[in-house]
Every structure is written in C-alpha cells, then in structure tokens.
C-alpha cells in the first residue's frame, strides 16, 4: 500500500467509525480487505450517510453515489473497503 | 445528516442534481431512501434536483408513534414540498400511493406522476397484509429473497431491522392504519390529469391494480417488467431506464 492509498484508508476508516459509531463490530481495524457488509454490517441507509461525509470531505472530486448506483445489488454487499479507496484514488 | 421538521415530525432528507424538481417516496417497512439513492436517482439527477426523504417511521426519520394513515403521510409530502410550486413524483408502494393523493389533491402541483407497484385498495395489500400479521422475527422470512439472503446471517444489519420491524408493526398504529385506509374510488382515480406511468411486476401481487389504473385513468400509460414488487431489487437498471426517460418527457 503506498502512502496515498494509506491515506485514504486512515480517511474511511474514521468516516465509516463516524457512521456506525459504537456498534462497529470488528476484532481490529479497518481494512483494504474489509468488506461493507459482512463485516462492518452497514445498512443501505448507512451507506447513505457515508455518501455524504464522502461528498463533505473530498466535494465533487469523489462521486461516491454515481459510482455505486453503477453496481448491482450483489456488487455492492460484496464491496470490500479497499475497492472504494482506490475508487478515491483514482478520482484524486 | 440533514434533517427537516415538517407536519410535527422530524424527516431525514436529501437532495441531488439541479434542474426541474423530482420528489422520490420508498415503500413501507423495509424502505428508506436509499432504495431510490442508489438506483435511479443519480441517473435522475443528471437533469432534476431529485428530493429523496425517510418516510415517517422508516430510515433516519422520526419513529413517530401515529400517523400512517395516507392522510397524514401526503400531508408529509406537502409540507415537505412546500418550496417547489410544481414538481414530479415518483413513489414505490406505498410512497406511489402517497404520491398519487398528492397528485389528485393537488392537480397543479404535479407536472408528471410514476406509479411504481402501487396498490390498491391500501388495506388490502396481499404481501403486506400477510407480512404485518407475522411475528417480527418471521417477517423476515417473508423480505424479498436479496434482502433476506443480505440480512440472513442474524448480525447486525438483521438486528437493525428486526427491531425496525418491531417497531412499525407492535409498537406504531402503522398496521392499524393501513386497515383503516379506505380505496381509492374509480370516480376520483378518473380525475387524474397529470401525465402518468405506472410500472408494475409481471409476477407481483399488485399487477391487478396497474390494470385497474390503466382502464380508469384516462391517458395513464401501463408498463410491465420481469420481477415482482421490489422492481428496484430485480431491475434496477429497468426501472431507472423508464422512469427517467417518462420525466424527461
């Protein structure tokens, strides 16, 4: 992982910690193999809020909902953390 | 997370895009807005400033203990709408039955009107009638198959909405609500003016309602998709097709 990609992990990970607040249920921290679903448990509606602190932090460089709303449904409960941070990057 | 309070309760909102205003309603229970968020509203907000809210009761919106009645929930829509002097609507389930008394009380307010799986009469909705008489841990077997493979494993996310579901059903006057709601009759279904689609499942439960739809509505056009009531879970790239393609006329 290079710097830049480790940024953007340190990033999601404390946006996500935002999100789902005390009830993140994982044995150690977030990782670029993590996956949204089975792991962080995050519901569509936190998936939403995510979009949003996203949009806060990086503004319209990062299109968090375009780039998801391209996904189907099992795409996107397979989504590990490390596919959205090199989404990022790539916007960046 | 922006929130709005409106007709005496607090409402998670968001907005997308600019351009002519589209308002978007998710159904009863298992909906929020991110059934619309992550489907076809981005594709929508291309050309529209899309309004996407948690019905009361559901998602990030207050858990208000009443007012389930369709009633009250257009009156939602009304006082949440109130900057826009004419908007489209787009409602799924319940929300397309919220949309469509909007529609008929406020014949100039809608410029155009979706109707997806809408059902009629409200109380006599056959999977939710079956689902709001099971007890909340059952109901989820009765979710649409993705959802409930998506929720199945007991964790988090299950616990969530079990206890979501719990809510609306024992805990709201939303059941009561629905039972109460009388139909809509084919005499004022008739005096829809807008421009309107209706999009339904070939294999759902309501498809008789879009056919009812079609013979009284004058000038409403009926279309049909493979899937069933969650249209936005079996074809999402369907469904986000045609609904933008009829709001951008």
């Known amino acids: ?8 992990l340190a990033t999601v990970s404390t946006l996500i910690a935002e999100v789902v607040g005390d009830e993140l249920e994982l044995d150690g921290p977030i990782r670029l193999d993590t996956r949204f679903s089975d792991d962080l448990e995050l519901e569509s509606i936190e998936f939403v809020a995510l979009a949003e602190k996203l949009q806060e932090h990086y503004g319209d460089r990062v299109d968090f909902v375009g780039w998801l709303s391209d996904k189907e449904l099992d795409q996107i409960i397979a989504l590990r953390v490390g596919d959205l941070v090199e989404h990022i990057v790539a916007c960046l | 997370m922006p929130v709005v309070a409106a007709n ?17 309603l998710h159904g009863l229970f298992v909906g929020s807005l991110a059934q619309w968020y992550f489907t076809a509203a981005p594709e929508l907000a291309r050309t529209h400033e899309v309004f996407l809210y948690d019905l009361r009761g559901h ?28 908007l489209a609507l787009v409602g799924h389930s319940f929300g397309a039955l919220i949309a469509l008394r909007f529609a008929l009380d ?85 005096g829809l003016t807008c421009p309107t689609l209706c999009l339904y499942g070939e294999s759902s ?33 369907e469904l986000t097709r045609r609904i933008a393609e009829f709001c951008r006329g």
Request: hydrophobic share 40%; glycine share 8%; aromatic share 4%.
């Open chain 2, 205 to 237: 439960s309501c498809r008789e309602t879009g056919e009812r739809l079609a013979r009284v509505v004058p000038g409403v056009t009926l279309q049909r998709l493979p899937g069933g009531h969650y249209l936005h879970l079996d074809q999402p790239a």
């Open chain 1, 1 to 8: 992982m290079n710097d830049q990609q480790q940024d953007v």
């Open chain 2, 8 to 24: 005496g309760a607090r409402f998670h909102v968001q907005r997308l895009g600019s351009g002519p205003p589209v308002a978007m």
């Open chain 2, 106 to 190: 406020h014949p100039d307010r809608v410029s155009r009107l979706v109707l997806v799986e809408a059902p009629l009469p409200p109380s006599r909705f056959g999977e939710l009638g079956a689902f709001v008489r099971r007890p909340p841990d059952e109901m989820l077997e009765a979710l649409p198959v993705p959802l409930a493979a998506y929720l199945g494993r007991g964790g988090r996310q299950a616990r969530r909405l079990l206890a979501s579901l719990r809510f609306l059903a024992t805990e709201s006057s939303l059941v009561a609500d629905l039972e109460a709601e009388p139909d809509i009759d084919d005499a004022a279904l008739a």
């Open chain 2, 59 to 86: 998602g990030k919106s207050e858990r208000t203990a009443g007012g389930y009645d369709l009633a009250t929930m257009t009156a939602d829509l009304v006082a949440l709408t109130a900057d826009h002097l004419q």
